[in-house]
């Protein structure tokens, strides 16, 4: 089963991935609650919170670390952030955005697999001819 995790939980991962953290050392930071060695590789979030989300549930956020992980809910700018943080695709060449919709997301067919995995329930993934949209599901 996939880890669910929160928008900002997903936002810290992927930031501190993107910073070079491996997911063997990240978690033996958060095994030994060592924030500052966290800290190193990026000082853009209060870190604690991460700490705290694995003491709470730590399968869920060793499972998210190890093997991926599905948002719990996201946001317009939460879309927009993940495109960036964990594909590297940017508003304006790597997407466009239409009123809630992003159109002309160009990434490859692994590449929306995990993206399709990571999103939440809220949104869905449309197949355009070249590209996919991604769309919010009204609720």
């Known amino acids: 089963m996939t ?3 929160s928008q900002w939980e ?7 991935v993107s910073k070079g ?29 991460l700490l705290t989300a694995y003491e709470t ?3 869920n956020i ?28 940017e508003e304006g060449t790597g997407y466009q955005v239409n009123g809630n919709v992003f159109e002309d997301v160009s990434i490859s067919n692994s590449k929306q697999e995990l993206l399709r995995v990571i999103l939440s329930s809220n949104w869905k993934l449309e197949k355009e001819e070249n590209s996919i949209r991604i769309v919010p599901i009204a609720g």
Do not use: N, P, R, W
Request: glycine letters at 2%; zero cysteines; aromatic letters at 12%.
């Open 3 to 5: 880890a669910h995790i």
């Open 10 to 16: 997903a936002f810290m991962l992927e930031t501190l």
């Open 21 to 49: 953290i491996s997911s063997t050392d990240l978690l033996f930071f958060l095994q030994t609650k060592d924030v500052a060695a966290i800290e190193v590789y990026d000082t853009s979030f209060e870190y604690e919170d």
């Open 57 to 59: 549930d730590t399968e």
């Open 62 to 89: 060793t499972k998210a670390v190890l093997e991926g992980y599905s948002v719990k809910f996201l946001t317009k700018l939460g879309v927009k952030k993940l495109l960036s943080l964990k594909f590297d695709l």
